[in-house]
Nanobody
Framework: VQLQASGGGLVQAGDSLRLSCTASGLTFSSYVMSWFRQAPGKEREFVGAIARHGGFTSYADSVKGRFTISKDIVKFTVHPRMNSLKPEDTAVYYC????????????????WGQGTLVTVSS
C-alpha cells in the first residue's frame, strides 16, 4: 500500500492551495480518507475526512468553511482544496487511509502518506 501526497509549497496568507493524495495497493472505496497536519512542536491533528464513497465529509473547526475535500474514486485520489490560508495553517500535511469510524484519531488509521509541507507567510 502506498499513499503519495503532493502539492505543498510556500504561499501567502489569503492564498489557496490544492493538495493531492494518490493511493495504490488498497481497495480505495473501502477506506475513509483523511488529512492530518503537524506543525513544529505540536501534535498531529485532524484536518478533515471524506467517506469511502465520497458522500460525506467532516472538518476540524479550525478549517471548516475554508477547506474542502473531494475524492476521485476512478483515479484513486483525494484532494483537499484549501482557501483563505492563514499562517497558523503552516504544517506538514499527511493523508491517511482508515476503516470506517477511524475518526479523529491518528492511531486508528492503517496507512499514511509521507507528508507534504505547506508554509503560509503573513
Amino acid at each position: 500500500v502506498q499513499l503519495q501526497a503532493s502539492g505543498g509549497g510556500l504561499v501567502q496568507a489569503g492564498d489557496s492551495l490544492r493538495l493531492s493524495c494518490t493511493a495504490s495497493g488498497l481497495t480505495f472505496s473501502s477506506y475513509v480518507m483523511s488529512w492530518f497536519r503537524q506543525a513544529p512542536g505540536k501534535e498531529r491533528e485532524f484536518v478533515g475526512a471524506i467517506a469511502r464513497h465520497g458522500g460525506f465529509t467532516s472538518y476540524a473547526d479550525s478549517v471548516k468553511g475554508r477547506f474542502t475535500i473531494s475524492k476521485d474514486i476512478v483515479k484513486f485520489t483525494v484532494h483537499p482544496r484549501m482557501n483563505s490560508l492563514k499562517p497558523e495553517d503552516t504544517a506538514v500535511y499527511y493523508c491517511a487511509a482508515g476503516r470506517p469510524r477511524s475518526g479523529l484519531f491518528p492511531e486508528k488509521y492503517n496507512y499514511w502518506g509521507q507528508g507534504t509541507l505547506v508554509t503560509v507567510s503573513s
